[in-house]
């Protein structure tokens, strides 16, 4: 039997490449508003973070976010983003 290939992505902000399972995914969607796609398969420009608390934190103080999708990130995302993390 064929083992099934394992998708790996990088974390914006180590660069890390590791499985989808151990990111999340924010997008920012055709109408210009962000949302944490938790299905992995919305439509839009995507940007992969770490399940860290501290990379989350890193994201926000560095704005990498706001420069790979373009658009201004609200601090109800990083919010929930660490709210997701701490489950």
Aim: net charge positive; proline share 5%.
């Amino acid at each position: 039997m064929k083992t099934r290939k394992i998708p790996m992505r990088s974390c914006v902000v180590t660069r890390e490449k590791l499985p989808k399972q151990e990111l999340i995914r924010i997008v920012r969607t055709p109408d210009n508003t962000v949302i944490i796609d938790e299905s992995g398969k919305c439509n839009g420009r995507g940007a992969y973070l770490k399940k860290d608390i501290e990379v989350i934190k890193k994201a926000k103080k560095s704005k990498v976010l706001n420069r790979i999708l373009e658009v201004e990130i609200p601090d109800s995302i990083y919010e929930e983003l660490l709210e997701k993390i701490n489950k």
